[in-house]
C-alpha cells in the first residue's frame, strides 16, 4: 500500500474519532512505533504458521561472513542504513571435503555465555572448524569459536526501514511526492493490523469493546 | 537403500527425536549422539558375541565389526616394547578383542596372544621360552600391550606394527563414510539411542535459573 493512502486512511479515522490533527511527521513516527510493535508481535510467533512466516519474510536478509582471525562477526547495525541486524536467524559454517573434494555446511549453535567454557574444554563438544559454535557479544556481533577465520552464511531479521512522508505545501495543500517518499515495507496482509495499530499510538479509543474483540479475535486465528 | 553413515544414523535418530526437521538450537547434539551410538554397537557387538556366536561353538568374532590400524606405533618399555591401543576394544574371552596384531608387511603371521603374566611362565620353560623365533604380546594394561620383545631394538628394528580390534570406532570414519553395520543393526542401535535420549530432562537455560525450562524448539506448523 502506498504511504499516502496509509496516511489517508488512519486520518480518516482520526478526524472521525476525534478530529486532531497529526503533521505527516508525526504519523510517520507513530506509523514507525506501530510497526515496531506489530513486528515484535510478529517475531514472537514466527514461522508457527505460514501467514506469520510471509508476514515477516520482508525483512529476511540472508548475508555472508568470513570471522576475522578472532572469529568475530559483525552485522550491520546503523539504524539509517538498510539493512539494520534486529534478530539472528540462522548461521552456518561453509567448509570444503577434502576427501570428497565438495564443499559442506554445518549449523553454527549459539550458546549461552554459561555454556561456553564447558564447551571449550568439552571431550565430546569441544567446537572445530565444520562444527564451531558462537556466542552473542553485542548487538549484531558474534564471537565464532574455535577463535580462527570461518567462512560461512546466515541469514538474519533487519529492521523495518522508517517511512517517510515527503511533501510539498501548496498553499494550505499538501502535494505528497511518491518517488521521493519512504514507503512501508510489509506485505498487504499486514497492513489492517498496522493500520489498527497507528490508530491505537495516536490515541484513538478503539477499546470500542466490538473493534478489540475482532482483532482479537483474528489475530489468535492468525497464531 | 543408502548406505549406512554416521550422519545417516544421526539424522534418523534427531528427526525422531525432533519430529522432523531440527533447528539448529536443538538440545540433541550430533556428537552427543554419535557417541551414544558407539556405546550401544559396541555394547550390541558383545552381545552378539555371546549369544549368537559363542553358543553356535565358534569363537571367531564372525560378523562382528573389526576396526583395522595400518599403522600402530612402537615404543621402547624397560627391557621390551609396547604399542598404545588407538581404541579401547571390546572385552571379549581370552583376549579375542584384541583380533590381530602382526608386522604391517606379513600380516599372515600375527603375533601371538598372552594372557597377563604368562610370559613369565612361559620364559621360565626351556623348550618354549623364546616363543619359536615368534613375536607374542600381553594383554593390555593401563590402555598398553606389552610385546615379548623389544621390537626397536631387533636387527631390523619395527617401529609401527599393523592391528585389528574388535570394536566400533567412530574416530576411524568421518560423517559420510560408509559404517561396517551390518544392516540389521542399524534400526536397532537407531531405536536404543531414541529410547536413552527421549528421556533426557530439559536443559537449565539460565545460570540462575532454579526451575527446568521447557526446551525452546521451532514451533510445529
Known amino acids: 500500500m502506498d504511504l499516502k493512502d496509509f496516511h489517508d486512511i488512519v486520518r480518516f479515522f482520526l478526524n472521525k474519532e476525534q478530529g486532531g490533527w497529526f503533521s505527516p511527521e508525526e504519523l510517520d513516527s507513530m506509523i514507525d512505533r506501530a510497526q515496531w510493535w506489530f513486528y515484535s508481535d510478529q517475531y514472537d510467533v514466527y514461522s508457527k504458521t505460514q501467514k506469520i512466516q510471509d508476514s515477516l519474510s520482508p525483512f529476511v536478509t540472508p548475508f555472508t561472513f568470513v570471522s576475522t582471525s578472532a572469529g568475530i562477526v559483525q552485522l550491520p547495525i546503523v539504524e539509517t542504513v538498510k539493512p539494520c541486524y534486529e534478530h539472528l536467524q540462522s548461521m552456518y559454517v561453509q567448509y570444503f571435503d577434502n576427501k570428497r573434494q565438495i564443499p559442506r555446511t554445518n549449523p553454527i549453535k549459539i550458546i549461552s555465555e554459561d555454556e561456553l567454557a564447558e564447551r571449550l574444554e568439552s571431550q565430546i563438544l569441544e567446537p572445530t572448524i565444520s562444527d564451531p559454535v558462537a556466542i552473542q557479544k553485542g548487538k549484531g556481533e558474534f564471537q565464532i569459536y574455535p577463535a580462527t577465520t570461518i567462512a560461512g552464511k546466515g541469514s538474519y531479521f533487519r529492521r523495518p526501514v522508517k517511512p517517510v512522508f515527503v511533501y510539498t505545501e501548496s498553499g494550505r495543500a499538501i502535494v505528497y511526492n511518491q518517488g521521493l517518499s519512504t514507503q512501508l515495507e510489509w506485505a498487504g496482509q499486514s497492513i489492517n493490523k498496522l493500520i489498527i495499530k497507528t490508530l491505537q499510538l495516536c490515541g484513538v479509543n478503539i477499546s470500542d469493546s466490538m473493534i478489540i474483540s475482532y482483532t482479537e479475535q483474528k489475530d489468535a486465528k492468525d497464531m | ?221
Do not use: C, W
Request: hydrophobic share 35%; aromatic share 8%; net charge negative.
Open chain 2, 1 to 221: 537403500m543408502a548406505i549406512i553413515t554416521r550422519r545417516y544414523l544421526i539424522e534418523q535418530i534427531r528427526s525422531l527425536l525432533s519430529g522432523g526437521d531440527p533447528s539448529a538450537g536443538s538440545k540433541y547434539e550430533p556428537r552427543i549422539i554419535m557417541s551414544h551410538l558407539q556405546n550401544i554397537i559396541n555394547t550390541k557387538l558383545k552381545s552378539e558375541y555371546f549369544n549368537v556366536t559363542l553358543p553356535s561353538d565358534e569363537t571367531i568374532p564372525d560378523g562382528l565389526v573389526l576396526a583395522t590400524y595400518d599403522s600402530v606405533p612402537v615404543e621402547s618399555y624397560k627391557d621390551r616394547s609396547r604399542s598404545r591401543l588407538p581404541a579401547q576394544p571390546i572385552g571379549l574371552r581370552r583376549g579375542m578383542g584384541i583380533f590381530h596384531v602382526s608386522l604391517i608387511d606379513d600380516l599372515d603371521n600375527p603375533f601371538i596372544p598372552l594372557q597377563s603374566g604368562q610370559n613369565a611362565f612361559i620364559k621360565s620353560q626351556n623348550f618354549i621360552n623364546d616363543l619359536f623365533g615368534q613375536i607374542g604380546y600381553e594383554a593390555p594394561s593401563d590402555g598398553y600391550i606389552t610385546y615379548t620383545v623389544d621390537l626397536t631394538k631387533l636387527a631390523s628394528p619395527i617401529s609401527e606394527v599393523f592391528m585389528r580390534l574388535v570394536v566400533m570406532d567412530f574416530d576411524k570414519y568421518d560423517d559420510f563414510d560408509m559404517l561396517p553395520l551390518t544392516a540389521d543393526m542399524a534400526e536397532d542401535v537407531v531405536n536404543r539411542v531414541v529410547a536413552l535420549l527421549n528421556n533426557t530432562p530439559p536443559p537449565d537455560k539460565k545460570v540462575d535459573s532454579k526451575t527446568e525450562e521447557v526446551p525452546q524448539q521451532r514451533p510445529v506448523i
